[in-house]
């Protein structure tokens, strides 16, 4: 079974400050994996997603993410965090064929502190 | 293009009532997916389906929730008698290739 752990359910990051959100997934074979963000009142908008290819992949607002298959992990990075990146971030897997499962994580809730 | 649209935004009920939410998809998007959220808690698939037909309904109650997308375009998923733990915001979502969102029914059960 398919399935995504994100073990820091709260983070606090200063403005300006370097992220980093971790992503633990499970998954038999080749993922797809992605990270989306949920603003307040707003549904899921989609960061950034990783097909097999490069490890490293760039998503909008200069956020960035690293996949590592040895490690079974899928870390979102920010260089410099600003004030309205304050919302929840959920890590996802899927397989890879049109129309597969996507498993979410639990969530990390990104506050960001003046 | 216009995005998943999901009805009604908000629904409030007592324990033992029933509810419909409704979704229409992305013209052209095959998959639709029926996610529950609960409160500062990640998206549980609950159902989906490719075109009219269901591919993974493993984790919809049975007894009390179902789904339908009989034209394989629209879908419906409905509570017959609604619990506390129901409390949650359902959403639906669609794909082709990208999966996108619609921004949920928040459901409180009181």
């Known amino acids: 079974a398919q399935s995504v752990t994100q073990p820091d359910a709260r983070v606090t990051v200063s403005e300006g400050a370097s992220l980093q959100l971790r992503c633990k997934y499970s998954?038999?074979?080749?993922?797809?994996l992605f990270w989306y963000v949920q603003y307040p009142r707003q549904g899921l908008q989609l960061l950034l997603k990783?097909?097999?290819?490069?490890?490293v992949v760039q998503g909008v607002n200069g956020f960035e993410a690293e996949f590592s298959k040895s490690n079974s992990s899928f870390h979102l990075r920010k260089a410099s965090v600003h004030w309205s990146d304050w919302a929840v971030y959920f890590c996802?897997?899927?397989?890879?064929?049109?129309?597969?499962?996507?498993?979410f994580g639990k969530g990390a809730k990104l506050t960001v502190s003046p | 293009e216009a995005g998943v649209t999901q009805s009604p935004r908000y629904a409030v009920l007592q324990e033992g009532q029933a509810v419909s939410f409704w979704c229409d998809p992305i013209?052209?998007?095959?998959?639709l997916y029926w996610y529950q959220q609960p409160r500062d808690q990640g998206p549980q698939l609950l159902v989906y389906f490719r075109d009219e037909a269901v591919i993974d309904n493993s984790q919809l109650p049975s007894d009390r929730f179902s789904a339908v997308r009989p034209k394989g375009t629209n879908s419906t998923l409905k509570i017959q008698s609604a619990k506390q733990g129901d409390t949650a915001t359902y959403l639906c979502a669609s794909s082709r290739q990208k999966v996108f969102f619609g921004k949920g029914t928040r459901l409180t059960v009181v």
């Open positions: 996802a897997v899927s397989g890879q064929g049109t129309g597969s499962k996507l498993s």
């Open positions: 998954y038999f074979g080749t993922p797809y």
């Open positions: 990783y097909y097999p290819g490069d490890p």
């Open positions: 013209s052209g998007h095959d998959t």
